[in-house]
C-alpha cells in the first residue's frame, strides 16, 4: 500500500481551506491502482472514503462521507471541468472555462473540432483555480457526472 498526502482545497461553511488529505492506493501494473481511498481530518472528524478502484471514485465517495457544509472544492467539482466525451485517462479532466456547453452535444462538438492540445486543457481531479465555480446543473451544463 502507498501513502501520498495531496493538499486539498474544501469549501468548509462557506470559506476555502486547505487540508492535508492522505491518499491510499496499491498499484499492481503500470498505470494501474487498486483499492484507492482518501482520509482527511476535517472539523474534529476523521473521514474516509470508501475503497475504489479509480480516483474519481474515491473522491466522490470522500465527498458523501464529509460533515455538513464542508465540500471539495477541485476541478472534478468545478462547472469548468469536463470528461472527454471520448474518453480519457485515470485522474483526467478538462478545463473549458473559456467555453460555453449548454449540452453534451456541445461538449462532444468541441472534443471533435477544436483546435487544441488536450495537454494544455488537461487537469487532474484535484486540481483547483482562482476560476473555481461548483457545478449548479440550474446555472450551466457540465459533463461530469459530479
Excluded at 503500470?30 to 480516483?55: C, F, G, P, T, Y
Excluded at 485515470?90 to 483546435?115: G, H, P, W
Amino acid at each position: 500500500m502507498k501513502i501520498d498526502t495531496l493538499n486539498v482545497r474544501y469549501i468548509i461553511n462557506g470559506k476555502i481551506s486547505v487540508l492535508p488529505t492522505k491518499l491510499f492506493y496499491c498499484v499492481v501494473g503500470e498505470d494501474e491502482w487498486r483499492n484507492i481511498h482518501l482520509d482527511v481530518r476535517v472539523m474534529d472528524q476523521d473521514v474516509q472514503s470508501k475503497a475504489s478502484d479509480s480516483i474519481e471514485m474515491a473522491i466522490k465517495y470522500l465527498q458523501r462521507e464529509l460533515p455538513e457544509g464542508v465540500h471539495i472544492a477541485c476541478c472534478q467539482s468545478c462547472r469548468h471541468g469536463h470528461f472527454n466525451p471520448y474518453g480519457d485517462n485515470e485522474n483526467e479532466i478538462f478545463c473549458l472555462n473559456d467555453q460555453k456547453m449548454r449540452s453534451k452535444e456541445d461538449v462532444v462538438e468541441y472534443f471533435s473540432t477544436a483546435a487544441f492540445s488536450l495537454e494544455e486543457k488537461s487537469r487532474k481531479l484535484l486540481d483547483y483555480c482562482e476560476k473555481y465555480d461548483p457545478i449548479c446543473g440550474e446555472k450551466s451544463y457540465t459533463y461530469n457526472d459530479w
